[in-house]
Nanobody
Framework: QLQLVESGGGLVQPGGSLRLSCAAS????????IGWFRQAPGKEREGVSC????????NYADSVKGRFTISRDNAKNTVYLQMNSLKPEDTAVYYC??????????????????????WGQGTQVTVSS
């Protein structure tokens, strides 16, 4: 059964940190680029960060550059999003999603097009004092 399961969300104060995890199963993880996306209430879903299948290429939205770091461990079929210096505007449901590496041009385009093969159910991140 194909699954992407996010974890690590929660409530954090402004300036704090969280690490999200996306655990994959049911498909050949090594062949897939993975992205993190988020959707805040009343807003459209947006790409946050994406990483290629080999970790060679990464992409970040301008709003998170220098604060968020994406990484993956193919031995564990897991992708991580380290989020530092969190701001209230980072509050959203965060989703991970997968796209076959052979079907993408760049991870940047993957993040902006949001054309993905598989999606997780999401994890809530709330940044508030």
């Amino acid at each position: 059964q194909l699954q992407l399961v996010e974890s690590g969300g929660g409530l954090v104060q402004p300036g704090g940190s969280l690490r999200l995890s996306c655990a994959a199963s049911g498909f050949t993880f090594d062949n897939y680029a993975i992205g993190w996306f988020r959707q805040a209430p009343g807003k459209e879903r947006e790409g946050v960060s994406c990483i290629s299948s080999t970790s060679r290429s990464t992409n970040y939205a301008d709003s998170v550059k220098g604060r968020f770091t994406i990484s993956r461990d193919n031995a564990k079929n897991t992708v991580y999003l380290q989020m530092n210096s969190l701001k209230p505007e980072d509050t959203a449901v965060y989703y991970c999603a997968a796209r076959n590496q052979a079907r993408i041009i760049t991870v940047g385009r993957m993040c902006t097009s949001m054309i993905l093969d598989y999606w997780g159910q999401g994890t809530q991140v709330t940044v508030s004092s």
